[in-house]
């Protein structure tokens, strides 16, 4: 397993960049996890959870880094079929939904703990699909294009069942960033998004009552019957931030009463507590992390580490999007995390697990020079 590993100067190829990156934003995000978690009655357990969070994940992520990403293939199809078979438990036996039919049966209890299925779906999709995409390149074949295709579309189906609207978009903007880079025209990405756009009166129908609200307190705020009061309070934070930020643990509304702002909410957190100087730095750093993946994919000789690094920004890429999108009340509400800053031990184990596949396709991107 580590054969090839030997042959490289790790060292001088390993990515301190991206590394340093990954580190800097992390430890802002666990200053202001602690400052958001502060005034909440489960904040303690929350700031615990964290910190072991992001122990475990940087030394997965280093291990994974040292390991021929190579080797994954195998074990990629594996933590599929699990993670395939989770999903399914979910719908029926997970938990998440509130009581008045608000959020998604996304969870899994387990001996105490909680985790989310979709995350490690994540990681198994980043394995399989640019396995797939690597070998239809070498010799095309328009009935297994169709199979893989379809093995894309599988998890984001069943996460669509939970419901996880905003999860099942992750998925979908990797495989877009995944397929745009095995090379299809952009008139059948055209051609697809006609189709939803065609769809998207049918889409509708089936969208349940607190996710169309969601969609409306950004078409229509002012419209009666539309509460807009999370995102209000959370535009109301990062105004009040202004230049330099109140500071930490000093947020009137972080202190008081910003709704989910260990997690969905936490880039309002950002925003009032360390003003527009922290915010910017956050979302420079964010950006800087992706522009990173993306330049390792662009460089990767291999077709399975470049597709599989590309997914893994398309997926980042979008949380950033979104989250931060929601947050300045110019995207729905989804529920979806700040990589690297919001709460959510799965979340983080996870983010810190997809940079160490990166940091080991980066090390061997070029195969050839041992």
């Not at 995350?119 to 980043?126: C, G, H, P, T």
């Not at 709704?259 to 909410?265: A, G, L, V």
Request: hydrophobic residues 55%; positive net charge.
């Amino acid at each position: 397993m580590f054969n090839k590993v030997k042959t490289i100067n790790i060292i001088k190829r390993f990515d301190y960049i991206l590394l340093l990156l990954v580190a800097v934003v992390t430890v802002i995000g666990f200053f202001v996890l602690k400052s958001a978690a502060a005034t909440m009655n489960t904040g303690s357990s929350i700031v615990k959870t964290q910190l072991v969070s992001i122990i475990i994940g940087a030394v997965i992520c280093l291990i994974l880094s040292l390991i021929d990403y190579t080797y994954f293939k195998p074990w990629g199809y594996f933590i599929f079929i699990v993670a395939i078979g989770l999903l399914i438990y979910v719908i029926f036996y997970g938990y998440g939904r509130l009581v008045d039919g608000i959020g998604s049966n996304s969870w899994i209890l387990l001996g105490g703990y909680t985790f989310q299925p979709t995350e490690v779906a994540k990681v198994a999709y980043v394995m399989v699909i640019p396995a797939l995409l690597a070998n239809l390149k070498e010799e095309f074949s328009l009935k297994i294009f169709l199979l893989t295709i379809l093995t894309a579309l599988a998890p984001i189906g069943l996460i669509l069942s939970q419901p996880e609207f905003g999860s099942a978009v992750v998925f979908t903007v990797s495989l877009i960033f995944m397929l745009f880079i095995y090379g299809i025209k952009f008139k059948w990405f055209a051609i697809g998004t006609g189709a939803v756009a065609a769809l998207l009166p049918v889409i509708w129908l089936f969208l349940e009552k607190f996710q169309r609200d969601r969609i409306f307190s950004i078409l229509t705020p002012d419209a009666e019957n539309v509460d807009t009061s999370h995102i209000d309070r959370a535009k109301m934070a990062i105004g009040s931030g202004r230049l330099k930020g109140m500071g930490l643990f000093n947020g009137t509304q972080t202190q008081s009463g910003l709704p989910i702002k260990d997690t969905d909410f936490i880039f309002s957190v950002v925003g009032e507590e360390l003003g527009f100087i922290g915010a910017s730095l956050v979302i420079i750093i964010l950006f800087l992390i992706i522009a990173r993946i993306i330049y390792i994919s662009a460089n990767t000789d291999d077709l399975y580490g470049r597709y599989m690094t590309i997914g893994i920004a398309g997926m980042m890429m979008f949380h950033f999007i979104e989250n931060v999108g929601m947050n300045l009340g110019l995207l729905p509400v989804t529920g979806i995390p700040l990589p690297f800053v919001s709460g959510g031990g799965t979340a983080m184990i996870i983010n810190f697990a997809l940079i160490g596949l990166v940091l080991s396709v980066s090390i061997r991107k070029k195969q050839s020079i041992t």
